[in-house]
């Protein structure tokens, strides 16, 4: 347990010599008590040079090398990228959050909610009588050198979110002889500590302040990195485990929950974030993009998914692929333009439904007009307690996903590139439509067709009057405050899409899937036949 000691107790020889100047009771002159305050003055000098400038006095253990020193001030060198042990560096430039990274003997401490530092190379007895002197003087603990406090989550300016978030205090402390600092257990390998809190429990959030830093944050560690999470949850542990297994190569640790000591050669407490769901090259070190990441998705989720096959329907499958891969010249040369038509592959739309707020209400009368389009429609309903891993086989191998705007949409990261997202976009959310799943859907090369609703197609059109601003000018609204948009927009409103209107824009998504999928172009007719619900 790691236990704060104080020192005020001065050395045996020096002890001697202030009481042999008491007993003698002599008048010291007024220029002895000037030389003695010159004194005092000097070692306050020397003593705050110590801590403020540890190089001029040769210890490596508080400063930068001269190496070091010199590739911190290489122009456009990130903050802490060059660090010696015993320190803490803490970059607070971010607006969504701080990043602060401890070398050397990083110890946690949960009872306090404290991650320690300690510095094993003690200074001269000399430096260390004068440091202890002055920190006694200014009332300072003698043991601690540094402090730093972080509330490792990527909500960095939402103070009303961030107040819930726990606080850590990361501290550097000298390891003097004789305190008891226990290790239960050791690691060989660095320490990532973030908080779940937050908005936990909501998946767009999930993966945007949370899984989606991580793997910014720890994925060059090669997976050789320890999660230390703070709000620790099982049911994200379970959730997230196909991925977190891909980041790190060993168990996730609960920091309010295991009371123990656990010991790091370094941490990262907090975690990167660069804008909504999205990785820019830029800010990584091997220039990963939104792509990579979802190629890590592929490597976590593939392996389930093919686990997932039964025995008996794979057997199928290859007996299948065997046979078609065998010559049937025969048969090819009997097969007419009928047997074309029926031998095409149809199109896989999923449609994902919503209860409650922005719920689709005439949902069935697109599944029927999709049907009647030439789509193979599947319609999901996912919640929180959906497997990851199945909703990644539904959309990896589908080839159009429609949705209404809310978290659901967010897992267009399953999508293959080169898939088409329809997302429909309530009144009022023309922004927070574009900025979540607009833009990333194209940087992850999907095709993204955003479906702005009328308001005569909102819930919203039957509570206002015909010429209020919430259906005539929704941003001056929205300009209000998020509180505006949350209660009127995204609290309030269902959606029944005019069907004709939405046709056109299905039709575009039916007629690029069937091409991208059997490299022709589709005679589609549904424009003429179709009849609205």
Known sequence: MVQRQRFHR????????FDDEESRGRKKPKLFYLLLLLLLLLLSFLSCSFVVVPELFGSDSFGVDSE???????????????????????????????VCIMKGDVRTHSPSYSVFLYLSKQPSRFVDFISSVHRAAQGHDDQEL???????????????????????DLIVKKDTMGADHRCDVWHSVPALLFSTGGYTGNLYHEFNDGILPLYITSQHFKKEVVFVILAYHNWWIMKY??????LSNYPPIDFSGDKRTHCFPEAIVGLKIHDDLIVDPSLMKGNESILDFRHFLDRAY?????????????????????????????????????????????????????????????????????????????????????????????????????????????????????SVLIQVIPLGTDSPAETCYGKPARELGCEYIGYKILPRESSLYSEYDRGDPVLTNPKSVTKKGWQYTKEIYLDRQNVSLDMRRFHRRLLQAYDYSFAKINGQVSYNQTTKLFKPC
């Open 146 to 168: 540094q402090r730093e406090k972080i509330r490792p989550y990527t909500r960095k300016w939402e103070n009303t979110i961030m107040d819930k978030i726990d606080e850590l």
């Open 241 to 246: 485990e196909n991925i977190l297994s891909h």
């Open 68 to 98: 070091g020193a010199g590739e911190n001030h290489v122009a456009n060198a990130p903050p802490c990228s060059s660090m010696s042990n015993g320190t803490i560096c803490c970059d607070r430039s971010g607006f969504r959050s701080d």
């Open 302 to 418: 593939q392996p389930r998914r093919n686990g997932s096959i039964p025995d008996k329907k794979r057997g199928i499958q290859l007996k299948l692929n065997q046979a078609a891969s065998v010559p049937a010249l025969r048969q090819s040369m009997t097969i007419n333009k009928d047997d074309q038509k029926h031998r095409v592959k149809k199109p896989k739309l999923i449609i994902l439904s919503r209860s409650g707020s922005r719920a689709l209400v005439n949902e069935d009368c697109l599944v029927k007009m999709a049907e009647e389009m030439g789509f193979i429609v599947e319609v999901s309903r996912p919640d929180r307690t959906t497997e990851l891993a199945k909703m990644y086989s539904l959309l990896n191998e589908s080839e159009v996903m429609v949705g209404v705007h809310g978290a659901a949409l967010t897992h267009l990261l399953f999508l293959k590139p080169g």
């Open 10 to 17: 001065w050395r045996e020889g020096e002890a001697h010599i």
